[in-house]
């Protein structure tokens, strides 16, 4: 089994910051790309930041200059820094990866999501 377990949302003021971690668990041979997802209410899920295995990443229009994608290989870990947040950033932001498993199988896992709410 693979998990994937957010952390870092929580409740800031627009124009403040926050970082969130996704970490992968499990029966992991390998993990390709991983991004961040996020759904606000009545929204459709849309895709915020991805980077690939090799480090090239890109960026939803909406938040280009202010979001930073990361991750460390060795931890299984991707991160989002997220500056200069606005009332529109306040969303469910989910955690998803490529992932190949120990036994061979290979396929997208998705975190539960971490709550980020932006006050104006």
């Known amino acids: 089994q693979v998990q994937l377990v957010e952390s870092g949302g929580g409740l800031v003021q627009a124009g403040g910051s926050l970082r969130l971690s996704c970490t992968a668990s499990g029966s992991i041979f390998s993990i390709d790309g991983m991004g961040w997802y996020r759904q606000a209410p009545g929204k459709q899920r849309e895709l915020v930041a991805a980077i690939s295995d090799s480090g090239n990443t890109n960026y939803a229009d909406s938040v280009k200059g202010r979001f930073t994608i990361s991750r460390d290989n060795a931890k299984n870990t991707v991160y989002l820094q997220m500056n200069s947040l606005k009332p529109e950033d306040t969303a469910v932001y989910y955690c998803?990866?490529?992932?190949?498993?120990?036994?061979?199988?290979?396929?997208?896992?998705w975190g539960k999501g971490t709550l980020v709410t932006v006050s104006s």
């Open positions: 998803n990866s490529a992932i190949s498993t120990l036994n061979g199988y290979g396929m997208s896992y």
